[in-house]
C-alpha cells in the first residue's frame, strides 16, 4: 500500500525491460511511505531487488535496522512489496530484480533478506554508470529473455552480493583481530624483522583493517609493538646479575640500541641508563 506525505498527489512513472526471469527497471517516485503487501498473487515474489540511488533519498526496514540511502548509495531487499519504506525526497530508483534461482552457488546469495551494498565496492560505481546509461534508452518491445544483457545483469548482481559478503565476513573477523594481534606481538616481539605487515597476513587480514582494529583501541600497531618491547626490557634489568649494557638490553627487547633510545624517551621521558638505573633492583646489603 502507498501512502502519499507531500502536499500534492503521489507521483509515480517509470519503464521496464523484462528479460523473462529478469527485470531492470527506472523508477522516479515523489516522497511516499510503503507497507508491505501480502505476498499472494504478488509479481516480485521470489525475486531479490538490487536498487541504485540515482538521486534523492531512501529508507527502508530491514531486519531490526533502518537503512537510509543517498545518492550513489545501492542495496537489496526480497522485492518492493515485502518491505517497510520511505522515500524522503523525489527519487530515482534504477533497478535490477532476480529471480532467486538465478543466484545459487556459494557467495552469490545476499547475506541476509535486505541490506546495504558496500561503498567500498569496486563495482559499485561502474554498475550504476552501466545502468544509467542502459535504462536511458528506449526498451524495445518484447525484449527477448535470451537478451545478452540478462547475463550480464545477473553477474553483476552476483559479484556485488559476492563482494558484499566477503566484507561482511571480513568485518565479523576485525572484531578479534586487535587480541589475536597483541597475541602475536606478545609471542614475537623480539624478533627484529616482526612489522605490522607480517601480522596482518599471519591473520589473513588487510593491514586497513587490523590498524582500523588497532585504532578502535586507543594504538597503533607500532605503538604496541615498541611498548611490548620496552615492558620486555625492562622486565629483564631486575633478572640479570650483571649490569647490561645497552647493547644487551636493547637485544633482549629485539630492538637496535637507535630503537630503544627513542622508545625509552618518548615512553617515558628517560635515557636508556636512566631507565636502567631507576629499574634495576639493588643488591641486598
Not at 19 to 26: E, K
Not at 184 to 192: L, N, T
Not at 236 to 257: C, D, R, W
Request: aromatic share 8%.
Amino acid at each position: 500500500m502507498i501512502v502519499n506525505t507531500g502536499p500534492g498527489e503521489f507521483q509515480y512513472q517509470g519503464r521496464r525491460w523484462i528479460f523473462g526471469d529478469v527485470i531492470v527497471s527506472r523508477i522516479e517516485q515523489s516522497e511516499c511511505l510503503v507497507a508491505p503487501r501480502p505476498v499472494v498473487d504478488v509479481s516480485d515474489s521470489g525475486y531479490t531487488s538490487l536498487f541504485f540511488i540515482d538521486k534523492g533519498r531512501y529508507s527502508f526496514l530491514g531486519g531490526d535496522r533502518t537503512h537510509t540511502f543517498a545518492t550513489g548509495d545501492a542495496g537489496w531487499a526480497p522485492g518492493w512489496a515485502h518491505i517497510s519504506c520511505e522515500t524522503h525526497l523525489p527519487t530515482r530508483f534504477l533497478v535490477i530484480s532476480v529471480q532467486d534461482r538465478l543466484l545459487t552457488g556459494p557467495g552469490r546469495r545476499p547475506s541476509a533478506p535486505a541490506g546495504r551494498i558496500d561503498s567500498r565496492s569496486h563495482l559499485l560505481r561502474p554498475t550504476l554508470s552501466f545502468l544509467r546509461t542502459f535504462t536511458a534508452t528506449p526498451s524495445p518491445e518484447p525484449v527477448s529473455a535470451g537478451h545478452p544483457s540478462k547475463a550480464v545483469f545477473v553477474e553483476l548482481a552476483a559479484a556485488l552480493f559476492a563482494q558484499t559478503h566477503t566484507s561482511h565476513t571480513e568485518e565479523m573477523r576485525v572484531e578479534g583481530a586487535y587480541e589475536a594481534a597483541v597475541a602475536i606481538i606478545q609471542a614475537r616481539y623480539d624478533d627484529p624483522a616482526l612489522e605490522p605487515a607480517d601480522i596482518a597476513r599471519q591473520l589473513n587480514l588487510s593491514l586497513r583493517h587490523l590498524q582500523r582494529a588497532f585504532a578502535a583501541n586507543g594504538h597503533t600497531i607500532r605503538e604496541t609493538i615498541q611498548h611490548t618491547r620496552l615492558d620486555a626490557a625492562i622486565r629483564a634489568i631486575p633478572q640479570n646479575a650483571h649490569p647490561l649494557t645497552l647493547a644487551a638490553l636493547a637485544k633482549e627487547a629485539g630492538m637496535s640500541p637507535k630503537e630503544l633510545r627513542h622508545a625509552a624517551r618518548t615512553t617515558f621521558g628517560l635515557t636508556p641508563g636512566q631507565l636502567l638505573r631507576q629499574t634495576r633492583t639493588e643488591p641486598e646489603s
